[in-house]
């Protein structure tokens, strides 16, 4: 059908299809530019693009410092071939839009910049090499810029838009916050900073102003919470102290004992507690108040972008359906239409996947009145229709009944059929899921509660198979049975793993450890399961489901900030750190191989291997990092062994991630529960259950969750005991919604 | 006026009353109980009862184990005092409600249960004493329900409401949320328990199924973040083993040394970095995802409480204006309606205090023709019109104008007060501030420096005298000009303790800690004027000081949890842990004086301090517990010299407080900042400042934010250049409604 697709279907289809995946690409409307727009489009190409811009971070890994140490050429090699390809891609996209549009779009002339910029470093770097003269990579902080910039890369550039929306208003509130915490050391320093107080470990306590900042700033995290206080007890001391030489200046005429009786008979004057007023102030106003005013102004932002967004979105996305329509309209009577055989082909070309019943129900939802052509208006909902997935469920008599009806038929095979529908035998699964549960927690060692975990595998496969003997195997395995998926990968893989490592056991006489390892987590992930027999479980479950598509957005910008954070600390503190085994002979090997680190916490804490030497060093750094916990010991360990100013390193990643990034995400797992909470069908989703109602082809949806299973996809020649055929199903197909996230939230 | 009143008119004085604060007490209409009920609501009768339920609970400071010890007779005549009161209180409220309100009221028989509790425990513990037996004062804990139950502190009854009405769903999450850190643990075991590792610290490395909880439990709040994934470098070592072993097995051809560099040259099976995947993906799933979905199920519910309780306020408020009208209405045509002069005593009554032209506001906003009576529509709004603060500005010449006017009005005065109301000076004093700044950071010990103190206390003085100079004082410190007052309060809290100061000084040759203490945070507290310059940063400041009183609801909150705790803490810990002077030579000093403790975190932390042998100091520890940061380390501590199930008494803190009455907070900033955000007027504010404006007697908003301060309160004789009266001010008086926070939030 596609080949003898006119110019204008194909232009047409391009519309569309832009409309459907809310695409923004400007491109000339000539033959060939349609041409290589659809090549541009293809999932090949795209997946080409993401490995190269992926190939070309993962670099790191192998560049000096190096996880996985490869030769400069090689890497250099793989760098230019990757800047190529984006080149290509780049390429690809100007011969498709208009030059101009082309030229102001911010995104290509950063592409073409980052690749300037990546090889005349790399020229650079391999010349000075040549010399032997050791340069800084300095370009390797471009390449995220490639993530974000391709156009695929849509969400990526939203969430960072998003940020870009926030700063503004979050700097207000920064700097305010900032304020306080300077006043806050103000007041620290003068309270605490001209006693000569030591800290518990007798180190000098809140002396210097730029010190008691950095300690506040860290309590704000609680990462440091009650040890920041704890001097307290030298406070005590010198007060108690001041306190009796009081005494004797206004009552010089008490004797010592007098005095020292009085001081200790006041507990009154426990000033500690007085002091720990501070304290609890600074954190109430600054941790608890002002890092919730944090999420209240990403949250708010983040809401209000997401609206403006939604508007623009569908704003772009009537006027591509229009150009769409304005292709293929003709006229009919006083109205300009699209014909149903256009309509047909068009749909085939943008949605080439779909099945035919699918595309009669959206015709039938189009043309309502089945007067052979659509009009404008229905016309411009069909990207909205397309993005709706309508579950087909072709109902069909089970394949065992036509291969040798009389045994499916069979008085035996009914009452399984009936016992595998009732709804005990999810409990009695439920039960076995518990007792596995506990089977696993006890001791692997004894030869019983081996041979329990054969039973409890076998009884599993059982299940699996007398489900797809009951139920139809092409609707168990539907597209949107994620459970049942789930459920039989899992066995599946364990069975297999089981087998191998047990094959292994009896010829090696050993246990593979990560083959074990594999079976471990397996054993335990099929404990899953129970969460969907509880229904109020599984709702909480399908939104983060739901959600975890979005979530990767959140990856790809952490990962965007990881890399560059990374790249600058490999940089600022390469090999300053230096992990040795514990019985190694080096010296300072109990301080990380630098002396500067003797006594410190980050020598005491055993943290050595923490460190910028690799990528993967790195990245698990930072990690620790933005889950905040001792992340001063961090910032002072690295600043002790390069300069003191690299605490702001911590503090700007500090600030980057865990202030704007985590907040960011918490406001979007917020948003997508409190819509999951008010959830109301779309316009259009209504549209199409009404259809579908009105056809009679509604899956009953009680009938769904008191059966768990799809019942009603047995084939109408089943008696339905009870239901008795309420609705003819005249085509043998019934349809259903599919739940999903919101459109706005994806 | 009060005294000629009738019977109705007190009656519906109380209903409206009731309406505009909120309550809702069901009284008797009799006169006797009107009269009581009249005397319940005084200030002085609701002061009381918080000035003993307040004494009730801080006897735990004096009761054994005491902070300062008081005999038991004492402290129990006390309690047996507090709780008459309470039973008068309750006996009060008896007489004025019905009696089967009062009974089946829950609140009632709360704290006549309460009351019981409190005497029988009371006389048993006293019993017992007698004869030398010691048993525990279980009777305590009840305390808080005096402060939940009473009927003046609705809003701690409402956050409890709020807490009870989240928990069904807040228990759904935190099923799937512990079913998921059980997997988690139930997978730990698997993968690290059965190899024999040891932690850093050379113990041993998940083993123990319900320690793995407890500390992937504590990994989740991030308490022990990186310390608990430490023990990989043990794994790894353990790992290279396996590895090597399992070389030897599959190619048992290769000789050692091949193995060794073969195992060496393969950086690929550096397991650790793979082990730091399922830590990865635990705090990603427990701290991020689940933590915010706990934050979005208080939030959700906080939200939708919030609504129902409004919604059903407003019906309450609207049945007992109701009720109010028909005890006065009279007919008139064929409406029923209520007299001007009935309704100028009734608001007499409701409100004394209100200024008179302030009335005859209210009057013609709701008598708005003039007619000489009000209709039911606007009397029923007279509990909202009443609750909208509305500033009466008087507009009087300045009284050194009058006293001597010609000194007053001369050439120089004029110019002084147009330099004191010129921005410049605004912008100087900002300077000034901020050269203050500097000095308190610098040293104290140079005489210039504390020379520079008097200089800026007598510039700041002079800056308040010129301003009072120059704006009329009764308006200088009017009751919204917070920042004057602030201002003046904190100048000459300063001036007087820093005179008190030097004389004590100059007589004793000493400084007093505690008067140099006030001294310090008094002149960095003066810093925060600056912040009131910046127009982004005064929204800011002013939603958070209008959201200070309803935080103090959550003080109240937080202290019944602290109490509750902290009264068990006492039973559970009392002396198990000691704290001894850093040079003590008691036994166990460093352990805290608990063998148990020997090499434990706790000991070597030096926490000893953070017991719970009194009040205050279970109030420390408890709030150190809720900033969470090494909360597991006291968890551990107090498990080691007690009992392990000890634990729970930590786990079950960090629920309520950290995941319940935290995220409340948190959902209550929130909130209050989005309301903020998108503040409306309500109706009843919109028609108010209808009418000022109607009137002619409102204040122009843009130049009250242009001059900072109230210009246009200067007396109409005043010339006003530029402005140039454009409106005639009848009365010499102008209203200004008063920017207050959401009713919703109060």
Redesign the interface.
């Known amino acids: 059908m596609a080949e003898v697709a006119s110019q204008e279907l194909l232009l047409a289809a391009a519309f569309v299809s832009d409309a459907q995946y809310n695409r923004n690409i400007p491109f000339k409307t000539s033959p060939e530019a349609v041409r290589l727009y659809y090549l541009y489009n293809r999932w090949f190409m795209r997946t080409a693009t993401y490995f190269f811009i992926f190939l070309n971070l993962s670099l790191a890994v192998f560049e000096e410092p190096a ?2 140490p490869l030769p400069f050429l090689a890497t250099s090699l793989v760098e230019v071939l990757c800047l190529l390809v984006f080149f290509g891609r780049l390429m690809h996209f100007a011969k498709i839009t208009h030059r101009n549009v082309f030229w102001k779009d911010t995104k290509n002339i950063c592409i073409m910049v980052a690749i300037l910029l990546s090889l005349t470093d790399l020229a650079i770097y391999g010349a000075l090499r040549i010399y032997n003269i050791k340069s800084v990579r300095w370009s390797r902080i471009v390449r995220p810029i490639f993530l974000i910039n391709f156009a695929e890369s849509r969400q990526i550039r939203r969430a960072f838009r998003s940020i870009r929306n926030t700063l503004p208003e979050i700097t ?2 920064f ?2 916050f900032m ?1 306080s915490l300077l ?1 806050f050391s ?2 620290a ?3 605490f900073g ?1 006693r000569n107080l030591q800290t ?1 470990e007798g180190l000098p306590y809140f002396r210097d ?1 730029l010190e008691i900042v950095f300690d506040l700033y860290v309590l704000v995290t ?6 920041v ?2 001097s ?2 030298a406070i005590q ?1 010198i ?1 108690q102290f ?1 306190w009796k ?2 005494l004797f ?2 009552f010089p005429r008490l004797s010592a004992q007098q005095v020292i009786s009085l001081s200790s008979r006041m ?2 004057f426990d000033f ?2 007085w002091y ?1 007023l501070f304290f ?1 102030a600074f ?1 109430i106003v600054n ?3 002002f890092m ?2 944090f ?3 990403v ?2 932002n983040y809401k209000k972008h997401l609206k403006n967004e939604i508007r623009t979105l569908a704003y772009m996305k009537r006027r591509k359906m229009i150009e769409a329509f304005n292709l293929l309209k003709e006229e009919e009577g006083t109205q300009f239409v699209v014909r149903e055989a256009m309509w047909k082909q068009l749909v085939k070309l943008v949605a080439p996947d779909i099945s035919n019943s699918h595309r009669e129900l959206l015709l039938r939802i189009s043309d309502d009145e089945q007067k052979g052509f659509i009009d404008k208006k229905s016309f411009l909902q069909l990207a909205d229709l397309l993005n709706i997935q309508v579950i087909t469920l072709k109902i069909r008599s089970h394949p065992l009944g036509q291969w040798m009806p009389r045994v499916y038929r069979s008085a035996v095979s009914q009452f399984l059929r009936s016992v595998v529908r009732h709804r005990g035998f999810v409990w009695t699964y439920d039960v076995i899921i518990l007792i596995n ?1 506990v089977f ?2 006890l001791d ?1 060692e004894s030869p019983y509660i081996s041979y329990a975990e054969w039973v409890f595998l076998a009884l599993y496969i059982i299940e699996i198979l007398l489900k797809v003997y009951t139920y139809e195997p092409r609707a168990f395995f539907g597209k949107n049975q994620f459970w049942n998926w789930f459920d039989t990968l899992i066995i599946f893989a364990a069975l297999t793993a089981t087998i191998l490592n047990t094959t292994l056991k009896s010829t ?3 246990n ?2 990560r083959i074990l ?1 594999i079976v ?2 397996l ?3 099929r ?2 399961r ?2 969907d027999s509880i229904q ?2 599984r709702v ?2 399908n939104t ?1 489901i739901n959600i975890v598509p979005t979530m990767l957005t959140f990856g790809g910008l952490t990962l965007v900030v990881y890399c560059i954070f990374a790249i600058i600390g490999m940089e600022l503190f390469h090999g300053k750190i230096q992990f040795f ?2 019985n190694s002979n080096a010296p300072y090997a109990l301080e990380c191989g630098n002396p500067a680190l003797k006594d410190s916490l980050f020598a005491r ?3 050595c ?2 460190n910028f030497n690799n990528f ?1 060093s790195s990245f ?1 750094v930072l ?2 990092l933005t ?4 992340w001063h010991v961090f910032a002072n360990g690295f600043a002790n062994v390069t300069a003191q100013p690299a605490k702001l390193y911590f503090i700007a990643f500090h600030i980057v991630m865990v202030i704007i990034i ?1 907040n960011i ?2 406001s979007f ?2 948003e997508a ?2 819509v999951e ?1 008010s959830l109301e069908k779309s316009e259009v989703e209504t549209a199409i259950e009404q259809k579908i109602q009105e056809l009679g082809m509604g899956v009953q949806e009680e009938a769904l969750q008191d059966e768990q299973l799809l019942d009603n996809m047995e084939s109408p020649d089943n008696d339905l005991e009870g239901e008795g055929g309420t609705k003819a199903q005249p085509k043998g197909l019934v349809f259903k919604i599919a739940s999903k996230p919101h459109a706005c939230l994806q």
Do not use: H
């Open positions: 996880v996985y207000y509130v700097l305010l304020f006043m103000l007041m320093l003068k309270l001209e518990a102003y609680t990462a440091n919470s009650p040890d206080m704890m307290q007890l001391n007060l001041i030489m009081a200046c206004l507990p009154a500690s507690s720990a609890i954190v941790t608890y108040i919730s005013l999420l209240a102004v949250y708010n549960a696993i927690a692997e090696t006489k050993y593979s450890q390892d471990f987590i054993r335990v992930l404990l899953i129970i969460v109020r479980f909480i479950m983060l085994p514990p804490g055993k943290y291997k923490n993967a698990i990690m620790e889950v905040v916990n001792q985590v995400f918490v797992i917020l529960f409190f909470y």
